[in-house]
C-alpha cells in the first residue's frame, strides 16, 4: 500500500526555520511529482510547492525565495523523500502541512490539491509572533 508519512513540524518563533520531511513508503512514487499543501483552521487547503520527478520546482508566490523543495530520489534508497525546508517563517504561515502525490496526471496543475491521488497525514507548524 502506498503511503506517505510527513514529519518535521513543530513551534518556532518568527523569522526561524524548519524543515519538513515527507517520505514515501515505495521508490514508485519516484516517478511522480510531489507536492505540499498547507491548511489553517477554517481555510481551504492551499498549495505551497511541487517538484516533479526530474527536479523542476514549483512554489506560491508568498513562499518564494523563503521555501526550498528537494527530493532524493536515490537509487539506493528504498523509499522516496521529500524535503521542504522552510525559512524566515511568519505567523500566517501557521498551519496542518501536508505532502501529496500525482499519480493518475502527473503533469500540470501542481497547484490544486484535487490533482493529487495520495497524501499524508499531516505535520503542524506552529509560528509564534
Known amino acids: 500500500q502506498l503511503q506517505l508519512v510527513e514529519s518535521g513540524g513543530g513551534l518556532v518563533q518568527a523569522g526561524g526555520s524548519l524543515r519538513l520531511s515527507c517520505v514515501a513508503s515505495s521508490r514508485a512514487f519516484s516517478r511522480y511529482p510531489m507536492g505540499w499543501f498547507r491548511q489553517a483552521p477554517g481555510k481551504e487547503r492551499e498549495f505551497v510547492a511541487a517538484?516533479?520527478?526530474?527536479?523542476?520546482?514549483?512554489?506560491?508566490?508568498s513562499v518564494k525565495d523563503r521555501f526550498t523543495l528537494s527530493r532524493d530520489n536515490a537509487r539506493d534508497n528504498a523509499q522516496n523523500t521529500s524535503y521542504l525546508q522552510m525559512n524566515s517563517l511568519k505567523p500566517e504561515n501557521t498551519a496542518d502541512y501536508y505532502c501529496?502525490?500525482?499519480?493518475?496526471?502527473?503533469?500540470?496543475?501542481?497547484?490544486?490539491?484535487?490533482?493529487?491521488?495520495?497524501w499524508g497525514q499531516g505535520t503542524q507548524v506552529t509560528v509564534s509572533s
Open positions: 517538484i516533479t520527478w526530474s527536479g523542476d520546482t514549483y512554489y506560491a508566490d
Open positions: 501529496g502525490v500525482k499519480i493518475y496526471s502527473p503533469t500540470g496543475n501542481y497547484g490544486y490539491a484535487n490533482q493529487y491521488d495520495y
